[in-house]
């Protein structure tokens, strides 16, 4: 089993910046794809971002790309999400997941592992 701890949400004004951290434990990969998603109430989870644990693959959702960026520290089983220019079509629930499967890992269906969510919102 692999848990995953999600922090660094918050309350930012538009045009700001946060820096999400998600925390793997337990019987993790390095095979492992990591994503972001994230959620907003009454619609559909989209995903994000995504990348390996090793190598240099990455993936960006369309509305976040020049603006978001994934990275990884391996010594700390941590994967994070800077999140720079930030809009209130930003604002939701951000969720990371775990999964093996690299040629699904923009949709959630190539996932098995997701963290409890930390929430974003961005005023206007």
């Known amino acids: 089993q692999v848990q995953l701890v999600e922090s660094g949400g918050g309350l930012v004004q538009a045009g700001g910046s946060l820096r999400l951290s998600c925390a793997a434990s337990g019987r993790t990969s390095s095979n492992y794809v990591m994503g972001w998603f994230r959620q907003a109430p009454g619609k559909e989870r989209e995903f994000v971002a995504a990348m390996m644990w090793s190598g240099s693959s990455t993936y960006y959702a369309d509305s976040v790309k020049g603006r978001f960026t994934i990275s990884r520290d391996n010594a700390k089983n941590t994967v994070y999400l800077q999140m720079n220019s930030l809009k209130p079509e930003d604002t939701a629930g951000y969720y990371c997941?775990?999964?093996?499967?690299?040629?699904?890992?923009?949709?959630?269906?190539?996932?098995?592992?997701w963290g409890q969510g930390t929430q974003v919102t961005v005023s206007s």
């Open positions: 997941a775990a999964g093996g499967n690299w040629y699904l890992a923009r949709g959630d269906g190539g996932y098995d592992y």
